[in-house]
């Protein structure tokens, strides 16, 4: 097959939601449409259950499953769909983040009873700016639920996002009869005493046919003629361009626990959702068809037997074959390097594959040479941007608590931050060492797999930071950036990469600094380009 046919019937995608919205039991569900898995349970839950917070064993656990169900790949209708995984719990909310770097469209999980969650907003919000394309279920209709119109405002103004509706329930909870999709002109319907399986999907080409009524009963077919008909007034046609540029978003109806609805949003998703998308380096915008392999590195996983150091480092792939066993450039180290076993994932199994296409995802062991962001080129000279750092939310100084183990130390802080567990700053005043993460979580994690997997210990001392901000001088040579730089310099650290940042205490010294500096711009991301409203501090 050449490589553009390769390259059309691939589509790579994440599911995001809050947790306990339907993630998993979706995933579970189209991996059996595909044939991937033959029961349902088979997934098992990337979450980390609630109270989990000290209990190692479970996180030890959790990093097992996540490794399994980084990538789920499977084949539909002739179509290869790879499903990244990503976390809920929003600790790992970065995690997430990078995931999303490597997708080229995502579904939107939505509770029908609890609406818009927080773990939505702030996800949706990241797609949102990348103009992702995005498709909405609205799962568990066998529940009582909020009305769906009710549902679709609170979507379009929590999650600023432009709606229309491709399915539409008829009746919800215990009057839950079945959905009427729009999308293919058909009624399917929920049955009515297990309620567990679908019991037929009749067409209906126009629904003022009196076949509906008899189906579903006066009543509900009545309602579902008036919803329909407010429907078409109030919401667009859906235009797939729109979607595809991220101005339109589809939403779909339904309860991946009891299948129903899913059918109708995977044979949708296949026919509109993007192929493997363009993606844009440091010096230019790059094809998936072209010939040239390059791939980037969004996710680093350690090997979870601490006598084996190696590391799992998933690559996506952005254009061109990879190949096994042919060197590819290691653009940041100018390093030539060749894999012998690239992995690759099908449904929860890892095999070694020869050859992959863009959009796949292959997972290279590493023994510490890659870092998150890293790029792959057959030779060409150039970086994948688009994986920020985002600030973080808690901070702490670590220090060594085991002077002995010093190196070990240095080795594990090292590896868990290219791995992208939390992020290191080093105080420009003292050299001391300042850990921020996005949960709390992840300082017992950093202090645990220290200990084990590296024979280093640590311990943390509290340290008062609001925010941690990228600082970008309009003119690094002025007067003004030289008397921030005095006036600060208490405050101020470098992040790995070098690059300066300040360290604000409180939303007020903030505005205070910003004000008082205006040509010192504060960036919550550390890559400045996409900077808009939501990232720099006013
Ligand atoms: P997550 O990955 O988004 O966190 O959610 P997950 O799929 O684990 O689902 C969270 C809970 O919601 C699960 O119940 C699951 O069975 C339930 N659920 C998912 N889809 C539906 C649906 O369409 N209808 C109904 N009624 N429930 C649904 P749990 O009790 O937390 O777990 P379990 O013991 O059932 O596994």
Sequence with gaps: MSL????????????????DAGKTTLTEKLLLFGGAIQEAGAVKSNKIKKGATSDFMEIERQRGISVATSVLAFEYKDIKINILDTPGHKDFAEDTFRTLTAVDSVIVVIDVAKGVEEQTVKLVEVCRMR?????VFINKLDREGKDAFELLDEIEQKLHLRVTPLSFPIGMGYDFKGIYNIWEKNVNLFSGDSRKNIEETVRIEDISEEKLDELVGNDAAETLREELELVYEVY?????????????QPVF??????????????DCFIEIAPEPRPKESDTRLVQPDEENFSGFVFKI????????????????????TFERNTPY????????????SPNAFFAEKKQIVDVSYPGDIVGLHDTGNFKIGDTLTEGEQMQYKGIPSFSPEHFKYINNADPMKSKQLEKGIDQLMDEGVAQLFVLELNGRKVIGTVGALQFEVIQYRLEHEYGAKCSYENLNVHKACWVDPKDPQSEEFAEFKRVKSKFLAKDKRGQLVFFADSAFTLQMTQSKYPNVTLHFVSEFEPTTIHNSVQ
Aim: hydrophobic residues 35%; aromatic residues 8%.
């Design 253 to 266: 109806f339904g309860s991946a626990l009891n299948n129903f609805g899913v059918r109708e949003l995977l």
């Design 301 to 320: 996983h350690a090997n979870m037997d601490p006598k084996h150091r190696d590391r799992l480092a998933f690559v996506k792939i952005v254009s061109g």
């Design 329 to 340: 450039l290691h653009v940041r180290n100018g390093k030539k390097m060749k894999f012998s």
């Design 236 to 248: 667009p046609e859906f235009k797939r361009e729109e979607y595809l540029e991220g101005s339109l």
């Design 131 to 135: 103009n992702i394309p995005m498709i």
């Design 4 to 19: 553009q046919k390769e390259i059309n019937r691939r589509k790579t995608f994440g599911i995001i939601s809050h947790p």
